[in-house]
Nanobody, 120 residues
């Protein structure tokens, strides 16, 4: 069984920074794409950033130039460095990974979510 565990959320003032981490654990798995999504209260879950296993990153327009996604394949971990945070970035942030195991191919896994709150 593969699990994604997130950390790094919290409360920060506008203009501040936070770094989220998400580590995959389990056995006999390989990770393809990794991504971060976010969901604000009363809104749908939106894609924030993605990164391929080769390191190619893509971002939502709303976070370009402020957020950086990266990954450490040796640690099965993806990061989201968030800078110049705005109140509208307030949301629960979810890690997502496309994982293949002995029993499934490119199945979507989700983390439990971590709250990011940006005060004005």
């Amino acid at each position: 069984q593969v699990q994604l565990v997130e950390s790094g959320g919290g409360l920060v003032q506008a203009g501040g920074s936070l770094r989220l981490s998400c580590a995959a654990s389990g056995s006999d798995f390989s990770i393809n794409r990794m991504a971060w999504y976010r969901q604000a209260p009363g809104k749908q879950r939106d894609l924030v950033a993605t990164i391929t296993d080769g390191g190619t990153a893509n971002y939502a327009d709303s976070v370009k130039g402020r957020f950086t996604i990266s990954r450490d394949n040796a640690k099965n971990t993806v990061y989201l460095q968030m800078t110049n945070l705005k109140p509208e970035d307030t949301a629960v942030y979810y890690c997502n990974a496309e994982i293949s195991t002995t029993y499934s191919w490119r199945h979507q896994y989700w983390g439990q979510g971590t709250q990011v709150t940006v005060s004005s």
